[in-house]
Structure formats: structure tokens, C-alpha cells
């Protein structure tokens, strides 16, 4: 039974209900939303006060006009309770991060593993969902809704819909340059409309309007053969970092010393080079993909093969290791371990413990490509992403609530991060040394996507590509190549290092790999591949 207060239910209609129901959540669950609104020029002003009005209304005669159309009275009250808690959770997280709510947002929520989501509960959390949540479901159940007659129930419906497509009609009429201007030069407010973002696009995605499961798996590369005369197989380790941006490496004129160690790994770091996307979901697949970021399609990609595919096709030995929550479809169909169920300190995997127990000596050793997915600078628990030895600088936001801390604290904990990620690479390169007798060695790294650290109000990532910040869209990149796999390339490693400073993207990466294990394929694009310019 629904909990009931000790009062008198009130009574309401249901035209009544759902006009009350869009004012609340399009007035008190939508700050992101009207804070954009307010830094508009259309908002400035007597005239802007007219704007403003005018636009509340009409979101809430959209709003009222969908509830009145698609909901029955039976489920409106248990759907109003629903809505409401779910608002309150989304518009805390929109509120508290600057997040945005599109596909690959929803996507990226429903592959979130159960330790990221645990970081996410926090007390700010709790506080937001009892005053917008739970006070207003209790209010929701406390209402009465009268059953009435089919005909009187048809014509309050329609006067509803009628008064509400009036009012919509109206509003247009009076600030259709205002409201053009809006929708056309921010699309993205689409992305911060609650409870509509979730609503579409988590319905979308949950009915499988996303997913093609009946499509086939097509494959590509299947003409792939290695072609090298090296007297050693080749081992590459591709490193997919995540939520390293660039302009916090040293190696990039960072001023802070980030990356102490790679310094002298005599690695050549490229700082130009930009994502497919600006979340784990979406730039993972896509630098597996052999779509570059402009013909890239995550539906289509999802029934394609990609690299590592290619590379099983070749005869290379493939592997990809996870310290994060999988590989979002990139592995499907090589080799795949995770060491999230290891016994790690406090619960917390550090990314280290993926060269524990990776096996790479053998009694006959062959061309190899692995891939070690990190958990980086994942937020917004930064201080729980590296051991204490590494918290180099303090003091540290010790909270997933980043809103609460000041920018420096964030910052610190936020380079803690990728000095860890600086010694994780490092340590992965010397491994690498130490088999130079058996193979031809090289390193990759490259990360998924950046991360905002409360510049302009935004926390994290994932905001829509087109209107992303830089900080989310350009991230490290970085090579370490042996004396044996270079003289086999013949490349030119001071030619290579001439070109750091030139455009790259996750789109090299497909083709930098295959070039890289001298692999001869259709799908091999030389023009894409960083090395090859540099070959003898």
C-alpha cells in the first residue's frame, strides 16, 4: 500500500495534477537548464524578463501537453512518483557535475560497474533526494484522483490539450526570433530538459532502438597477413588510458612535474591529437573501429570487426586486459581478462596490478598484441586511483561530491592521478626491456578521452562532442619504440619525433598498430598511420 500522511488526501483532477506536476519539474528540477538560459542575451533586460516567462511557460505546456496525451488516469499517480525520484537523481547529478543527459550518457550509466556507482552515492546525493524526491513522491501519493466518467474525462483532456497547444501557439507567435535563436544556436538544450532527456533516450535505448541485434557480424581484414623479417616476433602493448586529458602532462609543458619517470623512458610524446568521443562507451569502440570519428556509427560499429580482429585474422596472438568495466564491444572476440575480481587493496584495483601475473616470456614466442585497459584518472573519485606513495599533491578533494571542494584540492588529486599513470607506464615499459632477447618490443599509449575539472561550472566528461570543452576531446598520446623493433621498421625515430607536434586523432590508431606489426590488409590506410611516413 502506498504510504499515506495522517491528513486529508487532497483532490485534484487529473488536467489539474499534470499542470501542477510540469510547473514543478520544469521550475525546481532544471537549474542547469535555466542557468544556460540566463547567460543568453535574449535574457538580459525587461525584455528578457518577458523571454524567460515566456520560455518557462512553454516548456511547461510541452511538458503538460505530453502527461495529458500518453498517460491514463490509472498510472498517472504511480508514473508522477517514478518520474519524480528519477528527476531528483538525474538533476542532482546534471546539477552537481554539469552533465548532460544524450545517448551515450544513458549508455554509459547502464555499463557503469558497481564500484564507480558506489562512489557515486554520496551524502549530497541522499540530502537532494529526500527534499526532491521523496518529499514530493509522499505528496504525489497523498493525492487523490477522482475516476471519472468516460465523456468528462474526454473533454478535459481534450480542453487541456487544446488550452496547452494554445498557449504553445501563442508563445511562438510572440518570441519565435528569440526561440529560434535559442534552440538553433544552443541544440544542446535538448540534453538538459528533465525529465525528457532521460525519459527519451533511456526508453530509446532500453527498447532495443539502439541495438540491431539480428544484424550479422561483418567481417573485415579477413586478408590480413604479417609481413616482417624480423629475426624476433614483435610484442606491441597498446595502453587505452582513461580520463587523461593532455594539459595536465609535464610532457606536454605541464608545469607541474607529472610525469617524472616517462622522462626518462626516452618516449616520444605527441600533443596534438584529439578523441573519437568524450566518454569510455563511445571512444573505445571507436579507436578499435576502422571508421574514422566522421563515418563513425556505433550501431554499425557494433556488428563490425575491428582491430583486434584484424590482428586474430593476421595470426597475432591477441589479448586485452581490463582494469575498468570492459571493453564496450572492442574484445568480444579475442582473449579477454579482468582483474576487477582480484584481490586488491581496499577494494580499489590500482592499475599495476595488471602486469602482475601477465605472462609474456615463452618457449616459442610469437608475434603478440596486448591491450591493458586502465582505470586512470576515472572520477570523481580521484583519490582513490592511486596508492598513498603517490600523493605527491596535497591536499587532496578526499570526496566523489567534487562541487564541494575547492579547484586546487580537485586539481591535486587530479595529477595524483597521472603521476600513478606516469609510474604504471613506466613500469610497463621497463618489462618490456627486459624482453628485448626474445622480441621486437614497442609501446602505445593513448587515452579514451579528457576530463573537466570544474572549468565553466563542468565536472567530468561526456558532454556532447560538438559542444564539448577541450579539455574532454584532447588527450595524451605517447610511443616507446625498442632499438630492435626500430631497426626492423627502419624508421627514423628522429623523423617520428618531428611529427609530435602534428594533428592526430583515435582514428590513427587502427592503422598505427597494423603498420606497426607489419600487417598487409584492404583495410590498411598508410596515410592514417603515424609511422609510416618515417619508414626507410
Known sequence: MPFRLPVKP?????YQFTLALSLLL???????????????????????AGFLVALFLFFVAVLNLLFTLLVPRALMRPL????????AGISYYMNAYGVMIDKSMVQNALETDPAEVRELLTPGLVGWML?????????????????????????????????????????????????????????????LIVPTNYLYYGV?????????????????GTDAQVNHTGERPRLTL????????????????????????????????????????????????????????????????RYTEGLMDVLAHAGIDAL??????????????????????ASCDGGECFDMEMLRG??????????????LHQKGSHGPAYYKRYPEAFARFAPVCSSAELQSCNTGSIVNAYDNTILYTDHFLAQTIDRLKQLQNEYDTALIYMSDHGESLGESGVFLHGVPYLIAPEQQKHVPMLVWLSDSISQDLHLDRECLARQRHQAYSHDNLFHSVLGLMSVQTSVYKPELDLFRGCMG
Open 10 to 14: 487532497l483532490k485534484l483532477d487529473t
Open 26 to 48: 520544469i521550475g525546481a528540477y532544471n537549474l542547469p537548464l535555466w542557468r544556460m538560459v540566463l547567460d543568453q542575451p535574449q535574457a538580459e533586460g525587461l525584455a528578457g
Open 80 to 87: 508522477a512518483i517514478v518520474i519524480l525520484l528519477s528527476a
Open 131 to 191: 527534499i526532491f524526491g521523496l518529499l514530493p513522491a509522499l505528496l504525489v501519493s497523498h493525492i487523490s484522483l477522482p475516476r471519472d466518467g468516460w465523456w468528462r474525462t474526454l473533454k478535459l483532456r481534450g480542453l487541456s490539450s487544446v488550452l496547452s497547444l494554445a498557449l504553445i501557439g501563442v508563445l511562438l507567435a510572440l518570441q519565435y526570433p528569440s526561440f529560434a535563436s535559442l534552440f538553433r544556436n544552443h541544440r544542446e538544450i535538448r540534453h
Open 204 to 220: 530509446r535505448t532500453l527498447s532495443g532502438a539502439y541495438a540491431q541485434s539480428d544484424r550479422p557480424l561483418r567481417s573485415i
Open 238 to 301: 597498446v595502453v587505452v588510458g582513461e580520463t587523461a586529458r593532455a594539459e595536465n602532462f609535464s610532457l606536454n609543458g605541464y608545469a607541474r612535474n607529472t610525469n617524472p619517470e616517462l622522462s626518462q623512458r626516452d618516449v616520444i610524446f605527441f600533443d596534438n591529437v584529439w578523441s573519437c568521443g568524450t566518454s569510455t562507451a563511445e571512444s573505445v569502440p571507436c579507436m578499435f573501429s576502422a571508421q574514422s570519428r566522421d563515418e563513425y556509427d556505433g550501431d554499425s560499429a
Open 320 to 341: 586485452w586486459r581490463d582494469n575498468n568495466s570492459g571493453c564496450k564491444g572492442a574484445c568480444d572476440r579475442i582473449a579477454y581478462e579482468s582483474i576487477q575480481d
Open 358 to 371: 601477465l605472462e609474456l616470456t615463452s618457449d616459442r614466442p610469437h608475434d603478440r598484441v596486448i591491450v
